[in-house]
């Protein structure tokens, strides 16, 4: 088993349509970071969080940590949203602080 | 642009070649990772430097992979007798003081 899974793995919506992207993980953590990557290989941050929520206009993630999952939420979902979505969780102290692991990524699709 | 840079963006070789590749993170950050992503998984951890030291090396780094930080600014990859498994995605990533990961474009390695 992973040690960061994602799901769904792929996903297809309708311009407009609320989105939410799934990650567990099974590890301590400092962080869990959610991740945009565009074709071509570019990963972006979206969110680090340790806690609660995080809202950066029609994203939002939240994490409990007590069951170790955060959920990426898309409002309003548009085809420029259309790229993989990757969750990723930052080590808890030592050597592994700042080395990250990464869930397998979500392919979302938004059809206009 | 004061982002992570990776030079070159694509690298096609043939089997037993040598290759190198290059990462300039953001001149402030002192931690540096190297991840490799091969296609529809999500990146794994390769190595990372903290300044010139490097302090931990992923199972997945064979002899045949070399990293150097020579002087804590930009690193080098080198994989040598390069085999097709090793065509991926390289990544390199710069972590800032808020713990935040800056990713460059990536690498594109493609040996034929």
């Known amino acids: 088993k992973n040690e960061v899974e994602q799901s769904p793995q792929n996903l297809t919506a309708q311009e407009g349509e609320f989105i939410t992207i799934n990650c567990s993980y099974s590890?301590?953590?400092?962080?869990l970071h959610w991740l945009q990557q565009h074709p071509g290989g570019g990963i972006v941050s979206l969110f680090m969080?340790?806690?609660g929520k995080k809202k950066h206009g029609r994203l939002i993630a939240t994490i409990n940590i007590q069951e170790k999952h955060s959920s990426l939420h898309i409002t309003a979902s548009h085809p420029r949203d259309s790229a993989v979505y990757i969750c990723?969780?930052?080590?808890?102290?030592?050597?592994?602080?700042?080395?990250?692991?990464f869930g397998q990524g979500t392919i979302l699709t938004v059809h206009p | 642009d004061t982002g992570v840079s990776q030079d070159p963006r694509h690298k096609i070789t043939k089997r037993g070649q040598n290759v190198t590749f290059r990462c300039d993170p953001i001149?402030?950050?002192?931690?540096l990772y190297w991840y490799r992503q091969t296609l529809g998984q999500g990146p794994e951890f390769l190595t990372y430097?903290?300044?010139?030291?490097?302090?931990?090396k992923s199972r997945l780094l064979s002899d045949r992979f070399s990293a150097e930080r020579p002087k804590g600014s930009f690193s080098t990859l080198e994989i040598q007798r390069t085999e097709q498994g090793d065509s991926a995605m390289y990544l390199c990533?710069?972590?800032?003081?808020?713990?935040?990961?800056?990713f460059g474009p990536g690498t594109r390695l493609t040996v034929l």
């Open positions: 990723a969780v930052s080590g808890a102290g030592g050597t592994s602080y700042g080395k990250l692991t």
């Open positions: 590890v301590g953590i400092s962080a």
């Open positions: 969080l340790s806690s």
């Open positions: 001149s402030e950050h002192n931690r």
């Open positions: 430097f903290q300044n010139e030291a490097q302090l931990e």
């Open positions: 990533a710069s972590l800032g003081l808020s713990n935040e990961q800056f």
